[in-house]
């Protein structure tokens, strides 16, 4: 076995590497750009060695560097996480030739799997299904207007070499693709240096669903089930599971086998996946098709964890070092439901804005024991020590925080905006999403936007609830854009009486600093309480030990939860309803989040409840009508003119910041109704660039 392995990556799927490693006693080298000097990817391995600057392909993308320093610390192996140069076929050989072990596939294996062109063609001679299409490289648009016609509308243009969700477009008429084809081109020869495009049948009512392989250097090669990944924002990734709920045991089999043929097609060793669309209209399951390889480590891959008990980055090294798998395929276990919701910096409630800067706070829900063993910091975290971690055990579900940022850190323009990734485990579909809505309400983050409420409304969604999934879900339930998850009455009652109660014990604080506020009132007292545009008359009385409060006249309940001015996360059970919230003081109001929605509230005293009727309320802007700037910068493009109207998604301008090219997307579908800002204005945070109508 290794002795010293390094972490070409940052983030958290370095500190994730980092954490198997020395569970298996290996020590571990992190590499890191300026930007990175003290993350926690960095603080968490035994060594540490300097890249360059901030951008990418300064540091994290120069695989000579990354060579140099196993050189200079001695590491005998790289593993490279995923993105950056972990489906290099150039970085896989060069390591080789160093003799230096990539703890990865074969590199001929990556290059077969790279374009998506020939990883097709490859996948149809081994008896694989693929998507109905033309799978060669189309020169013209006029070539291309005939093709889509035989496949038949709609149909998908890709660029070969594209990635990410990146370098795709659909098209639902001959018109979309004489607008589109040599805008897809063109994106492919901007974003991977390749202008090949394809076109491909767009499968309807689509779902994404792939299968996890793993294989040895000995010809051992077995499927670990599959993952659901059909909740997608842009085809991204927003939402994980395994196993899927559309999925039979006889579909897993049918998929698994083909996967695991693809694999051994192209002499595959490592973790891999095999990405597949599904018809999700086709109840027999049978319509699957092949869409790409991807021959890394997968964001996603905790869930298959979480159900197989197998630590795949432990099995990566493993193999790596060239031992056999030791199990077979019918040792793999498929125990409960595992869900994973990927935290991003972004602000769903303005068309999912990209957000960077520092994390003013940042507090992940309190980890669990999960299947994957934690460092001993992490052990002897308060966790740990509250004894949370054994009651959480006892109620049977798991809690898992893949994360690589701290508090104070930063989250910057130069890498990925993923914050964290929330893993949860339970023995069955409904409770691992309780348990994700109940982790999400403790997710604590300041300092910059977060889509947590976003995923606490997927979480309570009834169709994702009845699992009726597809890669459209999100544009569909939220053509609109997102404006926070209903809340329910019982809910708007509870939170009436919290703001009460917690404004009371603000209030208390605040004669016992000064008494110039006048008289105390430690007896019962009256509020009126605003909340989602209703007023509440709230009475509450604290006794020793909680609150009692009534609401309207109606029943007396018991507010029983510690709260103390400046604390965030408040537990508390009202009438025995177990609520959590994160409390918030915004100027003279309260915001209260919980359960996907971030509440304004107001507590006023009757008196002046009466008297602030008699204001003016200035509405608050339609934020989702705008195209803010996400940062300051230079706005170097505006691509769209009043009037006209625009795809959810579709590139509109492109501003430059700290160097970077950062393309601003339409939030959803709509026309332009006016254009503030022109291409060569230096624009401030926040500053209207397009108004829709
Ligand atoms: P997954 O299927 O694991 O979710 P994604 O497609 O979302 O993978 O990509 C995972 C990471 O790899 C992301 O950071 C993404 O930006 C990066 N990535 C994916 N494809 C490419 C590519 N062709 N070039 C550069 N980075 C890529
Ligand atoms: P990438 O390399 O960017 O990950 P993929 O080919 O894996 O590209 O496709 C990403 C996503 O785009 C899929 O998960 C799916 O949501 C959607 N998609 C791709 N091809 C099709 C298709 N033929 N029909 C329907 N949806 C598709
Ligand atoms: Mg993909």
């Known amino acids: 076995m290794f002795k010293k392995i390094l972490i070409a990556n940052r983030g958290e799927i370095a500190c994730r590497v980092i ?26 391995a035994d060594e540490a060695v300097r890249l360059g600057p901030a951008p990418a392909a300064e540091s994290y993308l120069k695989a000579e560097l990354i060579i140099d320093a196993c050189k200079a610390t001695g590491a005998e192996a790289v593993h490279p996480g995923y993105g950056f140069l972990s489906e290099r076929e150039s970085f896989a050989k060069a390591l080789a030739k160093e003799k230096i072990a990539f703890i990865g596939p074969p590199p001929k294996a990556i290059a077969a799997m790279g374009d998506k062109i020939e990883s097709k063609k490859l996948a149809q001679a081994a008896g694989v299904n693929i998507v109905p299409g033309y799978l060669d490289d189309i020169a013209i648009t006029d070539e291309a207007v005939k093709i889509a016609a035989d496949i038949g509308y709609p149909v998908m243009m890709k660029a070969s070499a594209g990635g990410g969700g ?5 098209a639902w008429s001959e018109k979309d693709v004489r607008e589109g084809f040599e805008a897809t081109k063109r994106e492919g020869l901007a974003s991977f240096g390749d202008d090949r495009v394809f076109i491909e049948k767009f499968i309807e009512a689509p779902r994404h669903i792939e299968i996890q392989v793993l294989g040895d250097q000995h010809g051992h090669i077995v499927y670990l089930n599959e993952r659901e990944c059909s909740i997608q924002r842009r085809n991204q990734k927003v939402v994980e599971e395994a196993p899927s709920p559309f999925v039979t045991p006889a579909m897993r089999q049918a998929m698994g086998e083909q996967a695991v043929a693809l694999a051994k097609a192209v002499g595959y060793y490592s973790a891999g996946t095999v990405e597949l ?31 197989t008990g197998l630590d795949l980055v432990e099995q990566m090294i493993r193999v790596a070092a060239g031992e056999k798998l030791a199990f077979t395929q019918k040792d793999v276990k ?8 990927r935290v991003y910096a972004e602000d769903p409630y303005r068309g999912f804005l990209p957000s960077t800067g520092r994390l003013i706070r940042y507090q992940p829900p309190q980890p669990t024991e999960s299947v994957i ?17 054994r009651s959480a055990r006892n109620d049977g579900v798991r809690v898992r ?24 485990w339970a023995p069955t579909r409904d409770a691992a999403i309780d348990t994700q809505i109940a982790a999400l309400d403790q997710f604590v983050i300041d300092g910059i936007a977060d889509n947590v409420d976003f995923l606490s409304a997927l979480m309570q969604h009834p169709r994702f609830r009845r699992g009726d999934l597809a890669t459209d879900f999100i544009a569909d339930e939220f053509s609109d854009g997102f404006h926070g998850a209903p809340a329910d009455e019982q809910l708007l009652v509870d939170l009436a ?19 110039q506020l006048g008289a105390r009132t430690n007896g019962s007292r009256e509020r009126i309480v605003r909340i989602a545009g209703a007023e509440q008359r709230v009475r509450i009385k604290p006794y020793k030990g909680g609150t009692l409060g009534v609401v309207d006249g109606g029943e007396l309940v018991d507010i029983v939860g510690h709260w103390a001015p400046g604390q965030r996360l408040l537990r508390v059970s009202v009438d025995g309803r177990a609520r959590i919230v994160q409390v918030r003081r915004v100027g003279r109001d309260w915001e209260l989040q919980t359960r996907g929605r971030t509440h304004r509230v107001q507590v006023l005293s009757p008196h002046v409840a009466e008297l602030s009727r008699f204001m003016i309320d200035k509405p608050a802007p339609d934020l989702s009508r705008l195209l803010l700037a996400p940062m300051p910068g230079l706005l170097t493009r505006l691509d769209v003119a009043v009037g006209d109207s625009v795809e959810p998604g579709q590139p509109i301008a492109v501003m430059e910041a700290m160097k970077m090219e950062n393309i601003l997307r339409a939030p959803k579908a709509a026309t332009v109704k006016a254009t503030p800002a022109k291409a060569g204005d230096s624009l401030a945070v926040d500053q209207i660039i397009v108004e829709f109508e």
């Open 401 to 424: 925080v893949d994360d690589g940022v701290i508090d104070g850190g930063e989250i910057s323009m130069f890498y990925d905006p993923m914050i964290a990734k929330l893993i949860t």
């Open 497 to 515: 009486l919290i703001a009460a109660k917690v404004a009371a014990i603000s209030d208390e604080r605040a004669h016992e600093i000064s008494d």
């Open 334 to 341: 498929l125990d409960g439901w595992a869900i994973e919701t």
């Open 277 to 307: 669309i599904v018809n999700g209209a086709d109840p027999s399951g049978k319509s699957f098709y092949f869409l790409e390889m991807n021959t890394r480590l997968q964001v996603e891959h905790p869930v298959t964890e979480e159900v």
């Open 19 to 44: 954490r198997t490693a020395k569970h298996m006693g290996i020590k571990t080298v992190a590499v890191y750009s300026d930007a990175d000097a003290r993350a926690p990817h960095v603080l968490m």
């Open 166 to 170: 990146k370098g795709m477009r659909l």
């Open 373 to 389: 063993a934690r460092s001993e910091a992490t052990r002897q975290s308060s966790a740990a020590k509250s004894g949370l971690l």
